[in-house]
């Protein structure tokens, strides 16, 4: 993508990578509007970037979503990146009941968040004189955390998602672009130092490298063979991740 001049929405753009995001393109000069439920955070955020927009939105809205999307289409008429981050990951376990309103909240956020977002901005997008679309994945979608299975989950039906899209917008302005992010050092989990994790800034910034390219999925270097994992052998480096954290689980 061109990585300056751009108006660009980030959900979830309060915190973590969404926040880390929202501030790499605003030094860069581009008009950068963080999207979140809390206003409190939204105010901090911009406060502490000054030119930086904000608007609240709950990805879980429906209804939320098209109201939003008409104002933003109204107030910045020169949109033309969509930025699809926002996510909530609560660990669950597969092997007993899961628990339906918390299961239907996850399938909600991560994958008809999206899809609802760019549905409601696509027409928008398309008249731009350029346009992308980047939808915020994880490796988890092709090396499922077992512990949080309905995350992981909505993380590769996002990615199976992705492939369509971009494949019915090649002949049009807009393009899409994944990022499968590893395991970061947020609150998306809990922030903790863990030397498992990679760093935030390291991640931003190697991040923006590949998305300043024409690559249609940036995979940091360090989570490349976790990508190339699935296959029909994929089992045998599933289990093994998924054992090792067993060993040394996650802190929550």
């Known amino acids: 993508m061109q990585m300056t001049g751009n108006t660009i929405l980030i959900t979830g753009g309060t915190s973590g990578i969404g926040r880390g995001f929202a501030e790499a393109f605003h030094k860069l000069g581009n008009h950068v509007i963080v999207a979140g439920r809390r206003r409190a955070l939204l105010d901090e955020v911009t406060a502490a970037n000054p030119g930086m927009s904000s608007v609240e939105l709950d990805i879980g809205d429906a209804g939320a979503i098209g109201a939003v999307a008409r104002e933003l289409i109204q107030e910045f008429p020169a949109l033309n990146v969509l930025f699809n981050n926002a996510g909530i990951m609560p660990f669950d376990d597969a092997s007993g009941p899961i628990d339906d309103a918390v299961a239907q909240a996850v399938l909600t956020t991560n994958l008809l968040g999206p899809i609802r977002m760019t549905s409601a901005l696509i027409e928008h997008l398309k008249v731009q004189p350029r346009a992308t679309i980047i939808n915020n994945t994880s490796v988890l979608a092709f090396m499922p955390l077992a512990t949080t299975a309905v995350y992981s989950a909505s993380k590769a039906a996002l990615h199976a998602y992705t492939l369509s899209q971009r494949f019915m917008l090649r002949h049009t302005r807009v393009t899409v672009q994944e990022v499968a992010p590893p395991w970061v050092d947020t609150d998306l ?4 130092g863990d030397p498992r994790a990679m760093p935030l800034d390291a991640f931003i910034a190697e991040t923006m490298k590949g998305l300043a390219t024409e690559v249609e999925e940036v995979v940091v270097e360090a989570a490349r063979p976790v990508r190339a994992n699935p296959g029909p052998n994929e089992h045998a480096m ?10 040394n689980p996650i802190p929550v």
Do not use: G
């Open 238 to 247: 599933i289990n093994a991740f998924n054992t090792s954290l067993l060993a």
């Open 189 to 192: 989990i809990k922030k903790s």
